[in-house]
């Protein structure tokens, strides 16, 4: 068995034990025992809406430090397209660039461009592949973990070309080595990242051995750096390489919008994704191209580690990009050949990691079910998330797993008190 | 001889009822998951069920799903009441649809519902009446499961 990591981490010490986490996680991770909320490896995809739903600041992403810089001979900043939308009207990603050099990094990276030839080769990938279809982005890795986890069927789906910020990173990091002198593992490559998903698949990437980026930093911790390094400093770094095209990666429905392929679709926010994910394997959409994916509402601007909210953000990466005009940066030929030397594919396989069933065995699995079902009935379904499960369907299968009991629940708990208190009460009389 | 039923369940779709399209398929689905059975075998299940499902949908008033996991195979009953299908060798070649434009729209009815069924299942039987209804019974073996 694979060990799983993810990158949510509970602080024991703001944790109060309330259920707000476990209500809110769309895989059913969390279980809130002993006044402290536990994340399942196994189930966590890393969308971070556990994050987003805490109040006592408590859960948080394991993202890089300070310190981790300092390991390195010379560290870049790959920064999402996200980071460039997160500031104030007029703010260009030139400036966003030179900033990420005054708080601590030797040199930035940007993917935008990147983007751009992802979109070239995934419309070459799509014309000359066969099934099965739809195929679907591997952007969002929660939505590719999601995959692993819930829909190991639709694993064969998946577009087999690795992300733009991997990739960049990659080349960033050869050319870094040559023009340096450098050997490439004194270069720490970070992600500036919207979400804690992209944490996730740095360390533990899907689809390739190991990682070409070293740690990530959330917008959201950068953010107050940045935009005091940007009013100090209001100069820009060079920007030529910012496409417009890429740039609008950052969106959902901005993967497929430069896409010459038109018979795609954008599906946002886990409850779409899950919704067309039962549908695919079920065999529809079969007659659909393409899918990007994506768990966050609004696509990467909506993540949970940012700052400035995903409608403004929105607005922002269509501004930018209009000033930057739609003048592709990157040729056609160059991504077909680049297609054809393999550049862009992913390095190993996509395996599934299916949930763990009642039992190995069949006949086990069934009475196992029946006593769930049961179990089920003697709750009262108002899955209030008190048991420290987020609901009632949740209680039932831990206690047949033998992980919970059911007087966790306080309405069985109180009606069993209550039959004590009347059997006593009956005794007192006679 | 007859199999020993595990487990069963059932199931109501209503005609007409594109709401919740698919719902019954996905309840199915879920349940065989928490079995444990071969992905490969539910995908094929999934495939069936959701194009039996629809096909209730479109064409009947009313039908009961069963589901039955026997030691070595899972079958489906599907029983509905309504039109029947007048001619079955017809329904049952690729391609062929009664399915109304605006069904094509909505992504149903692309004529291969039926035939798809029987592609995913290892037994298939149809048998129908004109004004009374349709009963669908398929079944996958879960011993050795095909490639689907």
Known sequence: ?430 | MVAEVLYREQFTIRGNDFEHGGEVATQVKSILKQLGLDPAVIRRLSIANFEAEMNVIMYADEARLELEVLPDAVRVVVADRGQGIPDIEWAMQEGHSTATAEMRARGFGAGLGLPNIRRNSDEFEISSTVGVGTTLRYLVRTDAAPAG
């Open chain 1, 1 to 430: 068995m694979i060990e799983r990591s993810h990158a949510v981490v509970t602080d024991p010490d703001k944790c109060i034990g309330c259920v707000s986490c476990s209500q809110v996680c769309p895989t059913r991770a969390i279980r809130v025992r002993e006044e402290l909320a536990r994340v399942d490896d196994e189930l966590c995809i890393d969308c971070g809406a556990c994050i987003d739903a805490c109040r006592w600041d408590a859960m948080k992403a394991k993202t890089s430090s300070p310190a981790d810089l300092k390991r390195f001979k010379h560290t870049v900043a790959v920064p999402s397209l996200t980071l460039y939308a997160q500031f104030d009207k007029g703010v260009q990603p030139g400036q966003v660039l030179r900033a990420l050099r005054h708080v601590g990094f030797d040199s930035t990276c940007d993917i935008s461009w990147m983007c751009e030839m992802l979109t070239g080769a995934t419309d070459a990938y799509l014309s000359e592949c066969d099934g099965p279809w739809p195929k679907i982005s591997v952007t969002c890795p929660a939505v590719v973990r999601l995959i692993q986890i819930r829909y190991p069927d639709l694993i064969p789906h998946l577009v087999p070309l690795e992300t733009p910020r991997e990739l960049a990173a990659k080349l960033r990091r050869r050319r870094l080595a040559a023009e340096l002198g450098l050997d490439p593992s004194e270069i720490g490559i970070f992600f500036i990242t919207p979400c804690t998903a992209i944490v996730d698949s740095i360390a533990a990437p899907v689809g390739l051995e190991a990682s070409n980026l070293d740690g990530a930093f959330s917008i959201a911790e950068l953010y107050g750096p940045l935009l005091k390094a940007i009013k100090r400093d209001p100069g820009a770094d060079s920007a030529e390489s910012i496409s417009a095209k890429g740039l609008r990666w950052a969106m959902a429905g901005g993967e497929i919008s430069a896409m010459r392929n038109s018979n795609a679709m954008t599906v946002r926010s886990l409850r779409d994704v899950v919704w067309v994910f039962d549908r695919i394997e079920s065999g529809t959409f079969a007659g659909v191209d393409f899918i990007e994916a994506y768990i966050c509402s609004g696509g990467c601007v909506g993540g949970t580690l940012t700052i400035a909210g995903r409608f403004v953000a929105q607005r922002n990466i269509r501004q930018l990009a209009r000033a930057i005009g739609d003048s592709g940066k990157v040729k056609e030929e160059k991504v077909r050949s680049m297609l054809r030397e393999h550049f862009f594919d992913i390095e190993s396989e996509i395996h599934a990691r299916p949930v763990r069933p009642l039992a190995r065995d069949l006949r086990r699995a069934i009475a196992l079910k029946r006593e769930r079902d049961a179990l089920r009935q003697r709750l009262p379904g108002k899955d209030c998330g008190a048991c420290g499960a987020p609901n009632c369907d949740t209680l039932a299968e831990d206690v047949v797993r033998g992980e919970a009991a059911i007087e966790d629940c306080v309405f069985v708990r109180l009606e069993s008190l209550e039959k004590e208190s009347t059997n006593r009460h009956g005794g007192d009389h006679e």
